[in-house]
């Protein structure tokens, strides 16, 4: 088993550098658990703490949502907190006139709005990523259109099951698929991954005409018991890709389809 | 759960670093949950001392939810759901300032005027 981790005593800590240390540490766990209860339930939180000098003069470490100087004004009046959400709609903040006030504000305002659009970026770079891998999605896409399509006969759609390289070049995009799979968790639109298939199936009906060549059909040569196997396990796999929310029994069937092929191999 | 957790947290803190915690809790419709200490003379207090400073004073080591999320960006879909939202207020709100510093700025006289930094935004004319 791993290490057990190490439990200090909830006692005043004696030296004064460790001290800042943790305070400085254990503040932002308590501002992360504040955010976290934020969020999620819309509450709205104060946190005020002395600080660990011994300085009288020195300032408040304050957390708020909406503000701090809101919730407290709340408080001590036993009223509850106004309805304004963020505290740049502050109405004492947009009747000021102090320009050192208002320029303050608007930097900060300014930085805050730069953040989330960056923030977008990083996330429409990440789905335009997981968009751009034609290679694993199409293998998936592909054995789903060739089991549906009429125009093939039994005996072509063995094509690629026989020949031991076909067989390697199935385990690597098998081996694409499921990187593709640990990544889909963060894609956040439905439509997009939606039309991102209609696309793909559309290219893939041309792809698999094209593999009714004569020099292809001379591959099947094979075990029928064996290839029927291997169909059924890609049938499963085709639906458990249709409901993503069933990714650990993709993953089942995919160890199964990797100790089949090791199977053909002998 | 999560209220417990921050309130287990403050405690920790206060003890380790031997300082004064105060947790204030309101929920969503402005009902007063709990706070911490459960005392709220305690809190009273402290709350008392907070706003006799001054404002410059409360300032300077305050955040808050957006400021905070800044430095611990969150890549979550119901969090993004709060990051659009914080968006289109800062936006709006962004736009009413700067008019509002546009029609203070013709008060202020010439030399004045020229030390105030250019801010880069398209809708400034100097």
Redesign the interface.
């Known amino acids: 088993m791993g290490g057990v981790k190490r439990k200090i005593a909830i006692e005043k800590i004696q030296n004064k550098n460790p001290r800042a240390v943790s305070f400085s540490k254990r503040r932002k766990g308590l501002y992360s658990k504040a955010s976290e209860l934020c969020l999620l339930s819309d509450a709205e939180i104060a946190i005020i703490a002395t600080p660990v000098s011994s300085n009288s003069n020195a300032a408040f470490y304050s957390f708020g949502h909406s503000s701090v100087d809101n919730v407290v004004a709340a408080f001590l009046a036993n009223q509850r907190p106004c309805d304004e959400r963020f505290w740049w709609e502050d109405e004492s903040l947009l009747k000021s006139e102090n320009l050192e006030e208002l320029r303050e504000a608007m930097d900060s305002m300014s930085t805050m709005l730069r953040d989330l659009k960056e923030l977008e970026k990083q996330r429409d770079h990440q789905t335009q990523t997981l968009i751009h891998q034609p290679c694993s999605a199409r293998v998936c896409i592909q054995d789903y259109v060739t089991v549906n399509f009429d125009g093939f006969n039994t005996e072509e759609q063995t094509l690629a099951v026989s020949d031991n390289s076909n067989n390697n070049g199935l385990l690597g995009n098998l081996d694409e698929c499921n990187e593709d799979f640990d990544d889909l968790d963060q894609i956040f639109d439905t439509v997009t991954n939606s039309e991102f298939l209609s696309v793909n199936l559309e290219m893939d009906d041309v792809t698999v005409n094209s593999e009714g060549n004569t020099e292809e059909q001379t591959l099947a040569v094979s075990d029928n018991s064996n290839n029927n196997g291997l169909l059924g396990n890609l049938d499963e796999c085709n639906e458990d890709f249709d409901d993503l929310d069933q990714i650990i029994e993709y993953l089942t069937s995919s160890e199964a389809l990797s100790m089949n092929l090791k199977m053909d191999d002998v | 759960m999560?209220?417990d957790?921050?309130f287990k947290?403050?405690?920790?803190?206060?003890?380790?670093?031997?300082?004064?915690?105060?947790?204030?809790?309101?929920?969503?419709d402005?009902?007063?949950?709990k706070?911490w200490p459960e005392d709220q003379s305690k809190?009273?207090d402290?709350?008392?001392?907070?706003?006799k400073?001054h404002e410059r004073?409360?300032r300077?080591?305050?955040?808050?939810?957006?400021?905070?999320?800044?430095k611990?960006?969150l890549?979550n879909?119901?969090?993004?759901e709060?990051?659009l939202?914080?968006?289109d207020?800062?936006?709006s709100?962004?736009r009413?300032?700067?008019d509002?510093?546009l029609l203070?700025?013709p008060e202020?006289n010439q030399t004045e005027l020229g030390q105030i930094?250019v801010?880069n935004n398209g809708q400034n004319h100097w």
């Not at chain 2, 947290?9 to 969503?28: F, G, Q």
């Not at chain 2, 402005?30 to 949950?33: F, P, S």
């Not at chain 2, 402290?46 to 706003?51: G, H, N, T």
């Open positions: 999560r209220e957790t921050m947290k403050a405690l920790e803190l206060s003890t380790l670093c031997d300082i004064e915690v105060c947790v204030i809790l309101y929920s969503r402005g009902e007063l949950i706070t809190v009273r402290m709350a008392e001392r907070f706003s400073l004073e409360r300077k080591k305050r955040t808050n939810l957006s400021l905070f999320l800044r611990k960006i890549d879909s119901k969090l993004s709060k990051v939202e914080m968006k207020s800062l936006e709100g962004l009413v300032l700067q509002k510093l203070l700025q202020k930094p801010i």
